[in-house]
């Protein structure tokens, strides 16, 4: 917990240590543009899998809101009637064999948090791996006619039919720099390369003006739902109580804040990003309820008890960005179909 906040604080607040780490960041950038240079030179080979492939991804490392935007795009296109794929790398997945079809009831220490809740509130086919490639070709072995890819931006292995980028307005880029100064994996100006840029909008701040052209979207919190009994209650029911709040995602004070936001006096335990949870780390000695987000809850199921409630989610656009949203998607859609009839 302690390096995750204070990787936090550094990137995204004042500290002189990163004039200490500038020279690391010029060097991973050296890297980083020598590497897109040999994919665009023929170099390092791209493959193209034959299918229509959305990426949706980000700039930074940490939590923006892309895995709900994920879910919210698999859900709206399996309602099109497509047979879509959602690949992630299965980040934190131990397991030794890959790529690996993630189900609703698979083993997030095998395959990852992330995507056992893909595959829990889609339709999707889910297919986890560190090679994207070779978890593309999985889900059309097994049937997707779409794949969508899940933080894939900077996986130039896989050619891709649209780019949707993902930034946190509230936090933006961080104080700019590249890793391990800053939070961004590549330069800003990469955004121009992108297809559309999705603002997740945290607070009621204007959202920023960025070029190629921005939606805004938020996600809001819902209804309060049981590990044990799969009850359902309303946040409303705690406003003016104190619950414990365990969070292991990369920014976790936006959870914590949403909440706050609500009327609610969080006690919160911070771990660190995809971390396992333990009994010890979600116990306490107390009969409070215990909240958390549905990524680190897919991680509980087996160890909680009547106190411990996942947050729900949902993503919510205007009618005004949802249609250029669906617009972009199904542009891109069209174009790669008539590049393949002929």
């Not at 936090?171 to 961004?184: D, E, K, V």
């Amino acid at each position: 917990m302690a390096i995750d906040l204070q990787l936090q604080r550094l990137w995204y607040g004042k500290s002189r240590l990163v004039w200490l780490l500038l020279p690391f960041s010029w060097i991973f950038g050296a890297l980083v543009e020598l590497r897109r240079w040999c994919f665009d030179r023929g170099l390092f080979k791209r493959f193209s899998v034959g299918i229509p492939v959305i990426v949706v991804g980000n700039l930074t490392v940490g939590g923006t809101g892309k895995t709900p935007l994920v879910i919210w795009l698999a859900n709206f296109l399996f309602a099109q009637k497509r047979k879509v794929a959602v690949i992630t790398r299965g980040y934190g997945g131990q397991s030794d064999q890959w790529p690996q079809r993630v189900k609703p009831g698979s083993d997030p220490v095998q395959v990852g948090d992330e995507a056992v809740l893909i595959a829990q509130q889609t339709q999707a086919i889910v297919i986890a791996g560190p090679d994207r490639v070779a978890n593309a070709r999985q889900a059309i072995a097994e049937g997707a006619e779409l794949i969508i890819s899940d933080d894939g931006l900077q996986h130039y292995r896989m050619q891709r039919d649209l780019e949707l980028v993902v930034v946190d307005n509230s936090r933006m880029f961080g104080n700019g720099f590249l890793l391990p100064a800053g939070p961004l994996r590549e330069p800003v100006k990469r955004l121009q390369e992108a297809d559309l840029i999705l603002l997740n909008q945290r607070d009621d701040s204007r959202p920023a003006r960025l070029d190629p052209p921005s939606v805004t979207y938020r996600i809001r919190l819902g209804n309060l739902r049981a590990l044990k009994s799969e009850a359902i209650r309303a946040v409303a029911e705690l406003n003016g109580q104190t619950v414990h709040v365990i969070t292991a995602i990369g920014h976790p004070q936006s959870f914590i804040s949403a909440l706050e936001q609500l009327g609610l006096h969080v006690d919160a335990r911070i771990l660190p990003d995809h971390a396992r949870l333990s009994r010890a780390d979600i116990e306490f000695d107390d009969d409070l309820p215990v909240l958390m987000t549905e990524k680190d809850a897919v991680k509980c199921q087996h160890i909680a008890d009547s106190r411990h409630w996942a947050v729900t989610t949902q993503v919510q656009l205007s009618t005004v960005d949802e249609a250029q949203l669906i617009q972009c998607v199904q542009r891109a859609l069209q174009i790669n179909r008539g590049i393949r009839d002929n």
